[in-house]
């Protein structure tokens, strides 16, 4: 054990010369997170280097080890970066500025003199920029493309920098020349979710991992000097004939507002069976978050769904969600909250005009923050829907901030709202699925984990208990031995083939 066991720690780094890493702790008093060097040689000796209020976390090491690159971050939108002495506790911020500004990924450049790293000051998008130390500068690199740069990473040589976009859902990869700042779209990489960069010591290979709707998590090796690309593992699927798996189609729908006098339109992923005649029973997946983004990894449970039980599945990625602008990202903000419930209602209006589908077979599933937009998916359109599925979800925002963690509160309230306020607090009620309860009406399954620190248990069982007391159906799934979400493989399994049984009975009306 290299640390007390009771604190939450995250951002772990080893140093370059691989003699000490650093993490970041909350065990100074359990909500805000300072940073330790730790050698492991001798853990009972670990070194706070950062103590202050929030959320701060390593992003790199400089080549000497001298000085760690640090983040605090705020929120989505929200986020400084500093770099941190080492040895003399003196914190420089990169770019003071009362702008608030997002920032993702950064590296130390090799030879120390800056740093690459993305920002969406002056842009809608998260892009690539290096900043130049000495001369407290920074230069854009990647204008020219309209998403957000996701992850970065250099080789040991340092003339190479590798990058990702999210391009609508779909990652694409791009080479960068350190020296001319130049970079070009790699081709031949199969579409799906790209991860995992991680240079060759030669510097002239890449290991990537590529994961798509017909095919797990892979690694793949990329020879920089041919652009030849070589698959390494290839990952069990139980002997199924992945090349029958569905494929979604990216579709845009419109909703209730509009944008520059044009009506503002939602991108959602469309999975259709192949096997069975529609018109087809509907499953809209309703990611968390709230500042997450749905993306098409490989999904067996899908393509059950899919193939086994002809049900069409619709993931959209409503107002709020990351990957489509920080204008976006703050649609669904404090109290335009439900706003994001609205997109949900115009898909449903779009699943009506739709020949394939079956308007009057729609279930609604989606866990935490989803948790919360099932709920209030099933009280605003009760009529609309047959049934609904949630795990660890929000039921009321109130004791949801309440009774969260004390590391995320702050974190939750930059999003929701600060229940302290008397005017948001009765806003927040107001909205809350616990007092309106009372119109769902429809049968649901809830899940949840006992243990949750995100999600304490008890969101779970005041809204099951509402809805049983007024007569409403509902199944409750606790695990005793899970947190947020399921984890163990057991517990997963069980709550799968729940939610198959009860899509069986409730949404395809197979009673036996």
């Known amino acids: ?42 853990p009972a000796k670990a070194k706070r280097v950062l103590e202050n209020n929030g959320y701060w976390m390593t992003a790199d090491w400089s080549p000497d080890d001298k000085k760690l690159l640090v983040n605090n971050y705020i929120s989505i939108n929200e986020t400084y970066y500093h770099i941190l002495d080492i040895d003399s506790g003196k914190l420089y911020q990169i770019n003071p500025t009362d702008k608030k500004i997002a920032y993702g990924s950064a590296l130390w450049s090799k030879d120390g003199k800056g740093v690459f790293i993305t920002s969406d000051e002056g842009s809608e998008f998260l892009r690539l920029k290096y900043y130049d130390i000495a001369k407290r ?13 996701q992850s970065i990473e250099l080789n040991e040589q340092g003339d190479k920098l590798t990058f990702t976009t999210n391009a609508d859902g779909t990652g694409k990869l791009y080479m960068l020349n350190t020296q001319t700042m130049q970079y070009h779209p790699v081709s031949g990489i199969p579409a799906g979710q790209i991860s995992g960069l991680d240079f060759h010591p030669d510097g002239n290979r890449l290991a990537l991992e590529i994961n798509t709707s017909r095919s797990p998590g892979d690694i793949y090796v990329l020879n920089l000097n041919t652009n030849a690309l070589e698959q390494w593992t290839y990952s069990e699927v139980g002997g199924l004939n992945t090349g029958l798996f569905n494929e979604p ?33 509907v499953l809209i997946m309703i990611h968390g978050g709230p500042e997450g983004q749905f993306l098409p990894y490989f999904s067996p449970v899908f393509q059950y769904y899919l193939n086994e039980m002809g049900i069409a599945v619709l993931a959209p990625n409503v107002r709020g969600s990351s990957g489509y602008g920080k204008s976006y990202l703050l649609l669904d903000n404090g109290y335009k909250r439900e706003d994001s419930v609205k997109d949900i209602g115009k898909l449903l209006d779009w699943i009506d005009q739709q ?17 919360y937009m099932v709920l209030a998916s099933m009280i605003h359109y009760n009529d609309r829907i047959a049934c609904g599925i949630e795990s ?16 995320r509160r702050n974190l939750r309230r930059q999003e929701y709202g600060d229940e302290s306020d008397p005017e948001m607090r009765k806003f927040l009620l107001d909205i809350s699925p616990t007092t309106n309860a009372h119109k769902i009406t429809k049968p649901m399954l809830i899940a949840q984990g006992l243990n949750d620190p995100r999600v304490p248990a008890s969101e779970s069982e005041q809204v099951v208990s509402i809805i049983r007391k007024n007569g409403g159906d509902v199944l409750y799934v606790l ?4 947190g947020h979400g399921f984890s163990k493989k057991s517990n997963r399994d069980y709550y799968s083939n729940s939610i198959v049984l009860f899509l069986e009975k409730y949404l395809l009306g197979n009673n036996d």
């Not at 500068?137 to 740069?149: M, Q, S």
């Not at 660890?392 to 590391?407: C, R």
Request: glycine content about 8%; charged content about 25%.
């Open 1 to 42: 054990m290299l640390t007390d066991g009771t604190s939450r720690h995250s951002s772990v780094m080893w140093s370059n010369k691989g003699d000490r890493f650093v993490y970041s702790s909350t065990q100074r008093n359990g909500s805000d997170y300072d940073l330790y060097i730790c050698d492991p040689k001798n």
């Open 355 to 371: 020949k394939d589908l079956d308007s009057s077979k729609v279930v609604v599933y989606g866990g935490s923050y989803g948790g």
């Open 249 to 281: 189609e990216l579709i845009h729908y419109e909703t209730f507002d509009t944008v520059d006098g044009n009506p503002r339109k939602i991108p959602a992923f469309y999975y259709k069976p192949s096997r069975k005649t529609g018109p087809y029973p």
């Open 137 to 149: 500068k920074f230069t854009d690199l990647t204008t020219e493309i309209p998403w957000d740069v």
């Open 479 to 482: 695990a005793k031995d899970e």
């Open 392 to 407: 660890v979800g929000i039921s009321n925002f109130v004791t949801f901030l309440e009774n969260t963690k004390p590391y």
